[in-house]
């Protein structure tokens, strides 16, 4: 079972069938309550803009968590050499600022504790892959949840022991294309 997502392309034969990226969140200091009812978060419902880049957020306590925005690899190592202080990373964690900062008027002069983010895999269609593997029908590969995966992969990973164990067949997902 093979679910090495945006690492270990070679051991998944993906190379061509997915990209790798670096995908960023940031946390803004505490905001007040009056000032979470403005913005619409006074409920604490995450939430995901409509216009892309997709942007989401949540609360942590009274902080917002917001992320958005790819750093491309042409190679899933750049990963391991990649600098979020200068570069497209610490260009990119400035776009997703300077973007929350025009969001609402109360997150104008909003300053931010913490910038960090990790790799995801983005697959063709944004449809994840779950598949035999193609050197060996014995093993699986299973990932490329394009940025949506944390439901997903559990879900499917439980679905992978299962077929495994040959108690369940393999989804046959089409490309929209
Ligand atoms: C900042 C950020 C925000 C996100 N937000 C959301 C969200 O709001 N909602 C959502 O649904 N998803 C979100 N995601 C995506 C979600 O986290 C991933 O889709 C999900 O974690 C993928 O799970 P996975 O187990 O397939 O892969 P991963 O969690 O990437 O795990 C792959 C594992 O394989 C290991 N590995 C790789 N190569 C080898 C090797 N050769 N040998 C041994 N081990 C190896 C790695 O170390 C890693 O632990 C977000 C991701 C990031 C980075």
Redesign the pocket.
């Known amino acids: 079972m093979f679910?090495?997502?945006?690492?270990?392309l070679e051991?998944t034969r993906w190379e061509q069938r997915t990209e790798s990226c670096?995908?960023?969140?940031v946390a803004t200091e505490n905001l007040t309550d009056p000032a979470l009812q403005e913005i619409g978060l006074g409920e604490g419902k995450?939430f995901y803009t409509v216009d892309l880049p997709y942007l989401?957020g949540?609360l942590l306590g009274k902080q917002v968590i917001f992320?958005s925005g790819l750093v491309h690899f042409s190679d899933w190592r750049e990963m391991y050499s990649l600098n979020v202080e200068t570069g497209p990373a610490a260009e990119a964690f400035s776009r997703l600022e300077n973007r929350i900062r025009g969001l609402h008027p109360k997150l104008r002069g909003v300053s931010f504790t913490n910038r960090?983010?990790?790799?995801?895999?983005i697959s063709e269609g944004w449809i994840p892959i779950f598949e035999r593997h193609p050197e060996s029908a014995d093993a699986l590969v299973?990932?490329g949840?394009?940025?949506?995966?944390?439901?997903?992969?559990v879900y499917l990973?439980a679905w992978a022991a299962e077929a495994l164990l040959g108690k369940r067949e393999l989804p046959k997902w089409k490309s929209p294309g």
């Open positions: 679910a090495t997502n945006a690492y270990s051991l670096f995908t960023l969140a995450p989401w949540r992320g960090w983010g990790g790799p995801i895999s299973l990932g949840y394009s940025g949506h995966g944390v439901a997903q992969s990973g």
